[in-house]
Each structure stands twice: as structure tokens, then as C-alpha cells.
């Protein structure tokens, strides 16, 4: 399978990784969650190319992740905007970033931690089933065809 192929694929995952895969991406991504809007400034906490922050902007708003907003004519100056699509990226990076701190952060404990505003605590990432509210345990989930999966043909 061949890196600009991933988006064709059946499979989820590689659909995901042909938008958001590569490392700076996700730091980009990192970065509009921190509020960070402008290209100088992705540019400058990132230390990025800016040849390569081009791209990676120009693919997020291709792929309807960011939005690109106007905020100065002259001459024009765009921001550049979490979509909802973006916005549900959140439990992918947050669920990233708890798995990292679980097994590689250093013995000071993570450098980062996320405070729910409305109940004023920190938390940890959880996934849920939808249906019944229980915790997911990757080892109780039986994964099975599903409406979009291909149809297998007759032999």
C-alpha cells in the first residue's frame, strides 16, 4: 500500500492517517487546540518550515479540518480555525497524549495536564460505549463488518 493510497482504503484508520498521519499534522493540530490561530505564530512555537506549515494548513482546510478566516484585508491575513470536523479530533489527540503520559512521562509526571472548566477538575481520558455508559476495555470489544465494509464477492 503506497502512503498517497491510505485515503482510498476501506479501512478507517488508514482514511485517518491519509488526513492526520504525520508528525507535523498532529502538531499542528496540537496547536489550534492550544488556541493558536496564526501562521506566524503555529510557525513560531513549532519551529516548522514554513514551506511545510503551508502545506500542512492548506491540507487541514482541504480536508475541512481548519477553516481559513479573514481577520485583515490589507494586505490579507487569515486565521486559522478548528471546523466541527476538527473539533472531533479531540478524544483522538487527548487519548494520544494519555497514553503517552501513562507509559513515557519522566518522574515529574506529565508536562500537561487537562482541567474539566466545569467541574474544576483535572481528568483522564475514558472511552465509554455510547449504549450502556460502561468503561471500554479493548479486550471486550469484537470488532465486525459494518454497512460501509465491502462486499465480499462469490467464488
Not at 496564526?38 to 510557525?43: E, L, M
Not at 511545510?52 to 480555525?81: C, I, M, N, S
Request: with cysteine; aromatic share 8%.
Amino acid at each position: 500500500m503506497r502512503w498517497r493510497d491510505l485515503g482510498d482504503e476501506e479501512c478507517s484508520l488508514a482514511r485517518a492517517l491519509a488526513v492526520v498521519g504525520d508528525r507535523w499534522t498532529l502538531l499542528v493540530l496540537r496547536e489550534a487546540f492550544l488556541r493558536v490561530r496564526r501562521f506566524d505564530d503555529f510557525q513560531a512555537r513549532l519551529g516548522i518550515a514554513r514551506r511545510v506549515l503551508t502545506e500542512r494548513l492548506k491540507h487541514l482546510v482541504e480536508h475541512g479540518v481548519l477553516r481559513k478566516v479573514a481577520y485583515q484585508d490589507a494586505p490579507p491575513r487569515f486565521e486559522y480555525r478548528l471546523t466541527d470536523k476538527g473539533l472531533g479530533l479531540h478524544p483522538l489527540l487527548v487519548g494520544l497524549v494519555n497514553w503517552v503520559d501513562a507509559h513515557y512521562a519522566g518522574k515529574n509526571g506529565p508536562p500537561l495536564l487537562h482541567r474539566h472548566v466545569t467541574c474544576g477538575h483535572d481528568f483522564r481520558s475514558v472511552m465509554t460505549c455510547s449504549e450502556c455508559g460502561e468503561a471500554i476495555d479493548p479486550r471486550a470489544i469484537a470488532p465486525h463488518a459494518g454497512p460501509g465494509a465491502r462486499k465480499k464477492k462469490a467464488s
